[in-house]
């Protein structure tokens, strides 16, 4: 079993920066493939970003790319998410998860999930 708990949420004004942490316990992540989801009120989960096990690859929705950045100490066991230039509409509950089968998008395919961290971005 792995654990995991989100945390650095929070409210910033449109072009702030916040940076979510995923502490994991439990397992080593170090043999996961983590992501980042998000889920928007009355709008689908969607994946943000997913980092390789050893994080040299990785991918980013096209609503996001060029603003975060995901990535991974599997020393520490933690994932991050560094947000630049928020805007409005990446206001959601932030979820951190993760996976032994690399390369999903699929949020119904991830085995273990956090409990959301809320991000809410001002205009």
């Known amino acids: 079993q792995v654990q995991l708990v989100e945390s650095g949420g929070g409210l910033v004004q449109a072009g702030g920066s916040l940076r979510l942490s995923c502490a994991a316990s439990g397992r080593s992540i170090s043999s996961y493939s983590m992501a980042w989801f998000r889920q928007a009120p009355g709008k689908e989960r969607e994946l943000v970003a997913r980092v390789s096990l050893s994080g040299a690859r990785t991918y980013y929705a096209n609503s996001v790319k060029g603003r975060f950045t995901i990535s991974r100490d599997n020393v520490k066991n933690t994932v991050y998410l560094q947000m630049n230039s928020l805007k409005p509409e990446d206001t959601a509950v932030y979820y951190c998860?993760?996976?032994?089968?690399?390369?999903?998008?699929?949020?119904?395919?991830?085995?273990?999930w956090g409990q959301g961290t809320q991000v809410t971005v001002s205009s």
């Open positions: 998860a993760a996976d032994r089968v690399p390369g999903i998008s699929d949020s119904n395919e991830y085995d273990y």
